[in-house]
């Protein structure tokens, strides 16, 4: 079945990186563009930008731009999401998705919960 | 501040039928499909329907979607207590920075 596992839960200090990765299993992960969706403690989805793990090519919500970096190992399957420049707002949960079809997020990661704090 | 507009909350009783509003505009609900996404306590989301109106496999068909314009809603009938859950919207939109939007969430409360 298709299936995305994330990394586990990290703690970081502001002004620091975190880089989470998300390895998918069970269909051909070039073949998928994949999302990477974050949601604040308490708040609804926010969007962060899009890779094809074809090709390497990445999207960015320009809110991220300059922020966030996008990479994909086809060797492992795995899409990585780095976020730099931390700060207390920055915490949250952080979820890849596969575009299915036309934008159509599916199936999710399990989240990585990424704190930020002194 | 969302771009899709929700209700933040709804509420109803076993078996009463529900619907949440999702509203855009013509860069984003007018121009593309829209997709519901149901987040239980604590898990990830889910994908509900995709397509406006279309039910992935799995998917009850107490649940259902509709679009007009640029507006979307989302029905539940036959209310049920697992139904308890965020819902939200979400469309692609074509403006000057292309990307994913969502509404805010929609929680539901069975009553």
């Known amino acids: 079945q298709v299936q995305l596992v994330q990394s586990g839960a990290e703690v970081k200090k502001p002004g620091a990186s975190v880089k989470v990765s998300c390895k998918a299993s069970?269909?051909?992960?070039?073949?998928?563009?994949m999302h990477w969706v974050r949601q604040a403690p308490g708040q609804g989805l926010e969007w962060m930008g899009i890779i094809n793990p074809s090709g390497g090519s990445t999207s960015y919500a320009q809110k991220f731009q300059g922020r966030v970096t996008m990479t994909r190992d086809t060797s492992t399957s795995t899409v990585y999401m780095e976020l730099s420049s931390l700060r207390s707002e920055d915490t949250a949960v952080y979820y890849c998705?596969?575009?299915?079809?036309?934008?159509?997020?599916?199936?999710w990661g399990q989240g990585t919960l990424v704190t930020v704090s002194s | 501040q969302s771009v899709l507009t929700q209700p933040p909350s709804a509420s109803g009783t076993p078996g009463q039928r529900v619907t949440i509003s999702c509203s855009g505009s013509?860069?984003?609900?007018?121009?593309?499909?829209v997709n519901w996404y149901q987040q239980l306590p604590g898990t990830a989301p889910k994908l509900l329907i995709y397509?406006?109106?279309q039910r992935p496999s799995g998917v009850p068909d107490r649940f259902s979607g509709s679009k007009s314009g640029t507006s979307a809603s989302l029905a539940i009938s036959g209310l049920q207590s697992e139904d308890e859950a965020d819902y939200y919207c979400?469309?692609?939109?074509?403006?000057?920075?292309?990307?994913?939007?969502f509404g805010g969430g929609t929680k539901l409360t069975v009553l």
């Open positions: 013509s860069s984003n609900i007018g121009s593309n499909t």
């Open positions: 069970g269909y051909t992960f070039t073949s998928y563009y």
């Open positions: 397509s406006n109106n």
């Open positions: 998705a596969r575009d299915w079809v036309a934008a159509t997020l599916d199936p």
């Open positions: 979400a469309a692609w939109d074509d403006s000057l920075n292309a990307q994913e939007v």
